[in-house]
Nanobody, 126 residues
Framework: QVQLVESGGGLVQVGGSLRLSCASS????????MAWFRQAPGKEREFVAG????????YYADSVKGRFTISRDDAKNTAYLQMNSLSPEDTAVYYC???????????????????WGKGTLVTVSS
């Protein structure tokens, strides 16, 4: 069993920055691909960023490239999403996710995710 707990969400103004954290329990994340997804009201859950196991290769949705950075600290069993230059379009519930394989992380496929966090709300206000 893996539990993923997000933190760091909240209200931020346009152009601001926020760092989300995802703490894992139950097992180390060293053998897991990690990813962040987000879901806005009325929208389907969409891939934001992913980072592979071992090599820590990163993947980003086009909408966040250059603004968001995903990282991991396996010693702390924690993944992060640094979000800069935030805009109202970034408002969503952000979900931490883990993948036993690399498919979900590389391809951004929510259906391939094995473990989900409960989500943390990020609201970007003008």
């Amino acid at each position: 069993q893996v539990q993923l707990v997000e933190s760091g969400g909240g209200l931020v103004q346009v152009g601001g920055s926020l760092r989300l954290s995802c703490a894992s329990s139950g097992r180390t994340i060293s053998n897991l691909g990690m990813a962040w997804f987000r879901q806005a009201p009325g929208k389907e859950r969409e891939f934001v960023a992913g980072i592979t196991r071992y090599s820590s290769s990163t993947y980003y949705a086009d909408s966040v490239k250059g603004r968001f950075t995903i990282s991991r600290d396996d010693a702390k069993n924690t993944a992060y999403l640094q979000m800069n230059s935030l805009s109202p379009e970034d408002t969503a519930v952000y979900y931490c996710a883990a993948d036993i394989s690399t498919r979900a992380v590389v391809a951004g496929r929510a259906a391939d995710i094995d473990y989900w966090g409960k989500g943390t709300l990020v609201t970007v206000s003008s």
